[in-house]
């Protein structure tokens, strides 16, 4: 089991690689499948998945804010479930299936992002990622939400910019037009 050294972010910084119990110093080949793609890299064993896909991959959609678990601008989709990405050691999801805001949107925007678009559920934009992830999720997952699951599903998302009753009248609108897909 590979302990995160230090929950500093500052102090994380200057200490490139931790040394865990089982492997580093140095960095450690790992491989991810984020958006679909095979991505074969060496990460520092201290590295959080949060900082591989922003750092490594330049895969800046997902954002670090407080880069301890409670905020969840940082949420991506681990294997589809939606987390923390601050709160992950890339080298414990060796493996895995990541999904990140780069990979939502096909030749179209995703109907949450256009659901955002025209229910003004952003403002500065930081939280947005984040929020757009756990969206997608909720919807793969329950078709029709009921604005308290859509509110639940929320929760732990923190937007400084006070847009949750956007956010929320934007899910329910994208419920609406993903029923009138085929
Ligand atoms: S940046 Fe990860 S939860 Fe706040
Ligand atoms: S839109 Fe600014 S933090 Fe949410």
């Known amino acids: 089991m590979v302990m995160r050294g230090n929950t500093s972010p500052h102090a994380r910084s200057r200490t490139p690689c931790v040394t865990g119990e089982a492997v580093g110093p140095g960095a450690v080949p790992i491989t991810l499948e984020v958006n679909g793609i095979l991505r074969a890299l060496p990460v520092c064993p201290g590295a959080t998945l949060a900082e591989v896909l922003r750092d490594q991959l330049q895969l800046t959609g997902t954002k670090i804010a407080c880069d301890r678990g409670a905020c969840s601008a940082c949420t991506v989709r681990l294997n ?41 559920a952003i403002q500065c934009g930081f939280c947005t990622p984040g929020l757009i992830m756990s969206c997608v999720a909720l919807l793969e997952s329950t078709p029709h939400p009921s604005e308290e699951e859509v509110k639940a599903a929320l929760g732990g998302h923190l937007c400084r910019c006070g847009t949750y009753p956007h956010v929320i009248a934007a899910v329910l609108h994208a419920a609406q037009t993903s029923k009138r897909r085929p």
């Open 80 to 120: 589809g479930t939606p987390v923390c990405s601050c709160m992950v050691l890339a080298i414990e999801v060796n493996g895995a299936k990541i999904d990140t805001i780069e990979g939502v949107a096909g030749e179209t925007l995703h109907p949450v992002q256009a659901a955002f678009l025209e229910h003004d």
